[in-house]
């Protein structure tokens, strides 16, 4: 009788292993397809809205058929000599399964200094403008009695964790040693010495230290504040966090 009760618990274990098994198999782990037609235009101009860099992409997923309308342009990063920029794309499916692809485009003007954040077609109205003109003037009187708050190097560290925290789980981890420093004036900087670690789901640290990206300048001769951004794209496409050094040229 023990010997059957043993026999039929082993069944039943198998059978529902066997079940566990084909229902993690159907579960949907993958994300959309995002292509970028080969008519779409790779010049960037710093005027671009997000439906100028949209236009041309597709995201596209096995399961739930086209999800172009989950597109986003997570960011823009532009190159150290400001003359090409790296749009990185972000689609997901109906199971929340993320897709990052990235995309170089040349630029038309030097892009030193530039901001990554992307306008959308709003932005460009009359109407709008009209607003924002009133709103800089309204501005300009206040920061005559406000000043920004100061930066500090605890302020920076927080600044990037939550950046990080932020992040998806395929997504690369960027850390630096510090993420704000000062250094007296005519000081050379060895910038690659800032990094700390870089954290990937599949490539190593080895290989994701070879694509770093630093963008932004400083001239360790001109007193200032001065930013540097660092970043990478792993091998599947997905951009890293843009970790900020901020250096205080004194």
């Known amino acids: 009788m023990r010997k059957w009760l043993i026999v039929l618990m082993a069944a039943v274990a198998i059978g529902a292993t066997g079940i566990l098994g084909w229902l993690y198999m159907r579960q949907d782990r993958k994300g959309p397809e995002i292509t970028i037609a080969e008519s779409k235009k790779n010049s960037y101009t710093s005027d671009m809205?997000?439906?100028?860099?949209?236009?041309?992409?597709?995201?596209?997923?096995?399961?739930?058929?086209?999800?172009?309308?989950?597109?986003?342009?997570?960011?823009?990063?532009?190159?150290?000599?400001?003359?090409?920029?790296?749009?990185?794309?972000?689609?997901?499916?109906?199971?929340?399964?993320?897709?990052?692809?990235?995309?170089?485009?040349?630029?038309?003007?030097?892009?030193?200094?530039?901001?990554?954040?992307?306008?959308?077609?709003?932005?460009?109205?009359?109407?709008?403008?009209?607003?924002?003109?009133?709103?800089?003037?309204?501005?300009?009187?206040?920061s005559e009695d406000e000043e920004e708050p100061e930066m500090t190097e605890e302020k920076a560290q927080e600044r990037e964790e939550e950046k990080i925290d932020q992040l998806n789980p395929q997504d690369p981890r960027f850390y630096l040693n510090t993420y704000y420093v000062e250094i007296a004036k005519g000081t050379q900087i060895d910038r690659l010495s800032y990094v700390k670690d870089i954290q990937d789901d599949k490539d190593s640290t080895s290989d994701l230290y070879r694509k770093i990206q630093i963008t932004g300048t400083v001239d360790v001769n001109t007193p200032g504040t001065y930013e540097l951004t660092y970043y990478v794209v792993d091998s599947n496409g997905n951009a890293s966090n843009g970790a900020v050094l901020t250096i205080v040229v004194k």
């Not at 959308?120 to 709103?135: K, M, P």
Request: aromatic fraction near 4%.
């Open 49 to 142: 809205t997000t439906e100028d860099l949209l236009e041309g992409v597709k995201a596209v997923d096995k399961r739930d058929g086209d999800v172009s309308a989950s597109l986003t342009v997570e960011n823009v990063y532009p190159n150290e000599k400001g003359d090409e920029v790296t749009v990185v794309y972000v689609a997901k499916d109906n199971s929340n399964n993320v897709t990052k692809v990235t995309y170089h485009m040349t630029s038309e003007g030097n892009l030193m200094g530039f901001t990554s954040e992307t306008k959308t077609s709003s932005d460009n109205t009359d109407t709008d403008a009209e607003t924002d003109e009133a709103l800089q003037d309204e501005n300009e009187t206040d």
